[in-house]
């Protein structure tokens, strides 16, 4: 189990890296140069000026990358374990539901088997998809009414 969620952590800070700096470079030009204007130093323009408009935004970066490492299948089955039982220890193997539909999925013969399996896969995307539109709309909160930037 940790060694899974160290391979997460690991994935998904690509994600979360770059949304939040689109967030960060949202924060209006004006908001910057009005906190240095009233003599803030730097740091306190930083802390003050953008991360404080940025909040949401990076909240939402945050939680769209639990939203991809939520629908992480194959490095998560490949270091788990797989062994469905809940350990008390973190070092103890494990399974998740994306875990038990790659592995059991082409065993399903009986219909109930592959109803159940069906149904975990649902419940999975439920959780996923109002995980991303939870964190699209607290992105959406703050990087709305700002241009797209030109790729240079």
């Known amino acids: ?3 899974a969620g160290m391979i997460l952590a690991i994935m998904i800070i690509p994600i979360i890296s770059s949304i939040t700096r689109e967030v960060l470079v949202a924060v209006p030009h004006q908001q910057r140069e009005a906190a240095l204007a009233l003599g803030a130093t730097r740091w306190e ?3 003050m000026g ?3 408009n940025a909040r949401a935004g990076i909240f939402g970066a945050i939680i769209l990358g639990l939203g991809r490492a939520l629908g992480e ?3 998560v089955t490949m270091v788990i374990g797989n062994r469905a039982e809940i350990a008390k ?3 103890a193997p494990g ?3 994306a875990s038990v539909i790659a592995n059991e999925f082409s065993e399903a013969t009986d219909d109930l088997y592959l109803s159940a399996l069906i149904q975990i896969g649902l419940a999975l995307f439920i959780v996923t998809i109002v995980v991303n539109i939870i964190a ?3 992105v959406w909160t703050v990087t709305r009414g700002t241009p797209r930037r030109a790729s240079a």
């Open 136 to 138: 699209q709309l607290l």
């Open 45 to 47: 323009m930083i802390r």
């Open 50 to 52: 953008v991360l404080r």
């Open 1 to 3: 189990m940790l060694t």
């Open 89 to 91: 220890s973190l070092f």
């Open 73 to 75: 299948t194959m490095a």
């Open 95 to 97: 399974y998740t539901m």
